[in-house]
């Protein structure tokens, strides 16, 4: 790629500095072109002009154009302009004939009635990268008849060429906002813990022992009130069993599946208005999982370790696992460890799964804000998109997309678009680290680290993305590699 820089207008260069009696620096006028990077090289052009300028008929004023380093570190000649008067003309065009004569580095101004012509300059140089940001000077030097130095000058004429731009991060191309599928059925489930209590060995429903009642009272409250809920239809309801391990798995097993089919008949008859056929039981047993993560967070039971090491060993026979635990010593481990945590395991699980109807726009705005795990994440894409771009309330409405769904790829790049529509790369960051699986997503974040100036990861993002199939990718990542060749 060629990249230019154009310095327009006419500069009419004043001396800073004469060194001696003879300039003619300051009637010399000098429009500045282009100055641009081509590949490997830098290319000057200029316009020289020299309306009025008379040079005494003995002298030669060189002008020398340099391109020096805006820190003043380093510098480079461009080839020279001469100027002569009439006599030095003459002199030098006999001294041209000589064998002895080395031509000089640049151009000599032509003449035409008495008048010096204007002259369109062109050098190529090197690239080097100090050139950036550096100015270009004129010095001055006029010599008399014999070579002698007469006169000394210097101005800069253009400031600032070639400098180091940063990429035009609008010009990188990421996916736009996708519209999520729709859900045919809206399924959605709710679990809660109901710790029914049976007699030892016991499976019949006794409302009145210790505090069943409270706890059915309970249950019938949530059940009720999905039940009642005209938006909301039960699709089934189910009731899973678990038992504490102190007995075998087979007794536990029998015990754990009669006493959660005794409490579905006994909720089927207190929910009439749910059909039969939509209870279920289940009996998942011993709860080993819940007995673990209790011991784990019980930091002062004694012999913690020595039954999380038990419960690791044995993960297969779950009897063995129980004599294990029992013959831990001191007595006071297992001991402790019934009286403390078994209780908690012999719990009941109420699982309703119902179906959502659909909702309006105006309605899901409504519940978007009270429960909006019952919306699509088509139907908040729609909420979020009733709202102006950039607007807080679309933003926040995606943010609740991906919390809802936070697996899913387009709630995520709808999230990660309207960030960078909002001049947010940090957030598309964030929101993106360790979740860009997808091509789109690892070009979103490309383009985020451009915005962030980050122009390395990004390239790595992009070649990634772009060995993905992500064709925006193939060509930012182009962009980038012209940008490169520029600035190096």
């Known amino acids: 790629m060629t990249n230019r820089i154009i310095l327009s207008g006419i500069l009419w260069v004043t001396a800073l500095v004469a060194a ?15 100055v641009r990077k081509v590949d490997d090289k830098v290319t000057v052009d200029l316009l020289w002009q020299f309306d009025g300028l008379k040079v005494n008929t003995q002298n030669q004023a060189e002008f020398i154009p340099v391109l020096v380093a805006a820190d003043g570190t380093a510098e480079t000649e461009l080839p020279h302009v001469f100027v ?3 006599v030095r003309r003459w002199v030098n065009e006999r001294r041209e004939l000589s064998k002895d004569w080395s031509p000089r580095n640049g151009e000599v101004v032509r003449r035409h009635k008495e008048k010096y012509m204007p002259l369109n300059y062109h050098a190529e140089i090197p690239w080097e990268a100090w050139m950036h940001g550096a100015n270009i000077e004129v010095r001055e030097r006029v010599t008399g008849c014999a070579n002698c130095l007469n006169g000394y000058a210097a101005t800069v004429i253009a400031p600032s060429v070639l400098p180091y731009r940063t990429p035009d991060a609008s010009q990188f191309r990421f996916a736009s906002l996708v519209t999520p599928a729709e859900e045919e059925l809206k399924m959605r489930s709710i679990t809660f813990r109901g710790r029914f209590q049976f007699r030892l060995d016991k499976y019949d429903i006794d409302p009145a022992y210790k505090d069943n009642y409270k706890k059915l009272e309970e249950a019938r409250a949530k059940i009720d ?25 087979a007794y536990n097993e029998r015990l754990a599946r009669n006493r959660s089919t005794s409490l579905v008949n006994y909720m089927k008859k207190r929910f009439p208005q749910v059909p039969s056929q ?17 011991v784990e967070k019980d930091t002062l039971l004694p012999g913690r370790e020595q039954i999380l090491d038990v419960i690791s060993k044995y993960p297969d026979n779950l009897d063995l696992r129980e004599q294990k635990l029992k013959e831990l010593r001191p007595a006071t481990i ?43 994440a088509a139907e908040i894409y729609r909420v979020a998109m009733s709202y102006p771009e950039n607007s807080p309330e679309r933003i926040q409405a995606l943010q609740t997309a991906v919390r809802l769904y936070p697996s ?4 995520l790049q709808n999230l990660a678009v309207a960030y960078l529509q909002a001049g947010d790369p940090l957030e598309v960051l964030s929101l993106l680290d360790g979740r860009a699986h997808t091509a789109s997503l690892q070009n979103i974040v490309g383009v985020a680290l451009i915005h962030a100036k980050r122009y390395e990861e990004a390239g790595l993002w992009f070649e990634k993305a772009a060995a993905a199939g992500a064709s925006e990718a193939r060509t930012n990542l182009q962009l980038l590699n012209e ?6």
């Open 84 to 86: 002569e008067g009439r």
């Open 278 to 294: 939509k209870w279920f039981a289940s009996w998942p047993n011993e709860d080993w999982d819940e007995l673990r993560e209790a």
């Open 20 to 34: 001696a009696q003879v300039s003619y620096l300051d009637r010399v006028a000098v429009e500045t072109k282009a």
């Open 483 to 488: 940008w490169i060749s520029h600035t190096r």
């Open 408 to 411: 899913d790829d387009m709630a």
């Open 334 to 376: 297992y001991e402790t460890l019934y009286r403390k945590h078994y209780p908690y395991l012999r719990h009941n699980d109420y699982i309703i799964r119902f179906a959502v109807r659909p909702f309006t726009v105006e309605e899901a705005r409504v519940q978007l804000l009270k429960q909006p795990e019952r919306l699509s």
């Open 225 to 249: 009130e999905v039940a009642s809920n005209p938006d909301l239809n039960i699709v089934s309801i189910e009731v899973a069993g678990y038992t504490s391990p102190e007995a075998t798995v």
